[in-house]
C-alpha cells in the first residue's frame, strides 16, 4: 500500500496513469519535473524496499514497516515541495 500511496502522488502530480506505473517510469515524471537527484534515488531505492517486501514479506518485522511508513511521509512531504 505504501508503494502504491508514493507512486499514486507521482502518477497524479504528473498526470499520469496511476494504475501500473513503473519504477523507470517514476523516475522520468520526477526527472521531467526537476526533481533532485537525491530525491528521485529515495523514491526509486523506497519502491525497489516496497517490491522486495511484498514479494519476500517475511524479511519485514514491524520495526521496518514503522521506518518504512515515516520514510513514505518523507518522501511524499519532500514531492509534495517538489511537484
Known amino acids: 500500500a505504501l508503494a502504491e500511496t508514493v507512486s499514486g502522488f507521482i502518477a497524479d502530480r504528473r498526470g499520469l496513469p496511476e ?3 513503473t519504477a523507470a517510469e517514476v523516475k522520468e515524471a520526477l526527472a521531467a519535473a ?4 537525491d530525491l528521485i534515488a529515495a ?3 523506497f ?5 522486495a517486501v ?6 519485514c518485522a514491524a520495526d521496518a514497516m514503522q521506518r518504512d511508513l515515516a ?9 509534495r ?3
Open 71 to 79: 520514510r513514505a511521509e518523507e518522501i511524499v512531504a519532500e514531492l
Open 34 to 37: 526537476g526533481a533532485a537527484p
Open 43 to 45: 523514491a526509486i531505492d
Open 81 to 83: 515541495r517538489t511537484l
Open 19 to 21: 494504475h501500473g506505473i
Open 54 to 59: 511484498r514479494f519476500s514479506p517475511a524479511a
Open 47 to 51: 519502491l525497489d524496499r516496497c517490491d
